[in-house]
Antibody
């Protein structure tokens, strides 16, 4: 059974940085894209970033572009989300999800998320 | 960004009801649309992809239809476990916009 597990969340001051990690087990990660999605408290789902199966293609939501970097290490089945210059509005649960295709596609496996709280 | 809308935003229903949720995109997204179910405190769960393909393990009472700019999720006979929030999502572009969600409650 495919499992997705995020880690790295926590409390950070505005302007601070965090690195989120996602490990996807029981599947060869290489052929599949991965996405990060976040959900602010009481709000809906918001796309954050996408990385292709090879890692060569990366895309970001306008709300985080320039402050966030997505990367992956297929040898470790891991995907990362480096977040800098964090703002109050970045407070959310961040989900990592495995895609059905190498770049685009529905997200078929999700983790339970890791919580990021930006507050002074 | 592609603008995704859903209607209704809230739907009150009873066990056994047939319900439908509509999702609209402001441009043609062909059939690059997924539906997810999310319960409080849980991760989203994929129900439908490619607008009408049922994900493995999802009960057959769920179905999806549509193409282009208008899509529908239908639950043929609502079960107690189905009360949740449902989201549509487009993946026709590299920016996977979600709809605002439809909460289905009693």
């Amino acid at each position: 059974e495919v499992q997705v597990l995020e880690s790295g969340g926590g409390l950070v001051q505005p302007g601070g940085s965090l690195r989120l990690s996602c490990i996807i087990s029981a599947v060869t990660l290489n052929p599949y894209g991965v996405t990060w999605v976040r959900q602010a408290p009481g709000k809906g789902l918001e796309y954050v970033a996408l990385i292709s199966s090879s890692g060569e293609s990366r895309y970001y939501a306008n709300s985080v572009r320039g402050r966030v970097t997505i990367s992956r290490d297929n040898s470790k089945n891991r995907v990362y989300l480096e977040m800098n210059n964090l703002r109050d509005e970045d407070t959310a649960r961040y989900f990592c999800a495995h895609l059905r295709g190498p770049l685009v596609g529905a997200a078929d496996y999700w983790g339970q998320g890791t919580v990021v709280t930006v507050s002074s | 960004d592609i603008q995704m809308t859903q209607s209704p935003s809230t739907l009150s229903a009873s066990v056994g009801d047939r319900i439908s949720i509509t999702c609209r995109a402001n441009i043609n997204i062909y059939t690059s649309l997924a539906w997810y179910q999310q319960k409080p405190g849980r991760a989203p769960k994929l129900l439908i992809y490619e607008a009408s393909t049922l994900e493995s393990g999802v009960p057959s009472r769920f179905s999806g239809s549509g193409s282009g700019t208008e899509f529908t999720l239908t639950i043929s006979s609502l079960q107690p476990d189905d009360f949740a929030t449902f989201y549509c999502q487009q993946y026709a572009t590299y920016f996977f916009d979600f709809g605002p969600g439809t909460k289905v409650d009693i």
